[in-house]
């Protein structure tokens, strides 16, 4: 797919650091041919009689280094639910707070913002200025528990700010279309407003679109932009 539309899509990578020397060169040759801007991580996989590994690991460090050396800059980590019999331990969060302080010229983007630790990923985000939070599983609770996302998006706004909060479609599974629609007409109900505030169209323009732009150096249409005012404003 890539190949045949390279002006619409990114390709992403991926690295398992128990892989040893042979990963490393094989994240070598996946940039060199697809020139990648990020890779997409899942610490609980299971790999013989490994039942996960950690970003904080020596063998994980040289991976990031390899990273920040040959500029793929995008980090995402599934730090979110899992399925049985994978271990739910194995996506705990602390190891990004290692990482991101490690490697501050890379961005972590924590896909499903660290459920059901939310309060432990908030904590380490709000030390940690390159961590942003991806939204893949939290968004589905704008139907089913419409308060329960408020809570949550509410939470991300006050510690990471609308400039760190990515969306996530987890379009393997859906449509996005849906997701995009609710989030457009969604508001933050009036008994929260005083603590979490309210969902602005142009907060909702950043986490829709406009954040993952910056991150993946994306032309914007004018049309799409938040005005410079404001965004003066808001950094």
Sequence with gaps: MARKHPDRLIVNGAFDPREGEAGLERLEE??????LRGVKLYTAEWRGSSKGWKLSDPEAQDYLALCE???IRNIHVHKGPTIWPLNRDAFD?????????????LNF???HSGLPRLDDF???????????????????????????F???????????????????????IWSPKWLIERFVDFQIPE?????????????????LGLNHARLYDLKVPESAQV??????AAA
């Design 69 to 71: 050396r040959l500029g």
């Design 150 to 172: 408020a809570q949550i998006i509410g939470e991300l706004l006050y510690w990471l700010d609308e400039d760190r909060i990515v969306f996530g479609s987890d379009y393997a």
């Design 122 to 148: 908030c904590w380490i985000a709000t030390q940690e200025p390159n961590v942003y939070a991806g939204l893949s599983v939290v968004m589905p609770f704008i139907h089913t528990r419409p308060r329960y």
């Design 191 to 207: 008994d929260l407003q005083p603590e979490y505030g309210v969902l602005t169209t142009d907060v909702k323009r950043k986490i």
């Design 30 to 35: 996946l940039h060199a041919e697809w020139n």
């Design 93 to 105: 969060v602390a190891d990004i707070d290692h990482a991101a302080s490690a490697f501050p010229g």
């Design 227 to 232: 005005p410079a005012s404001d965004a003066a």
């Design 109 to 111: 983007i924590v896909e």
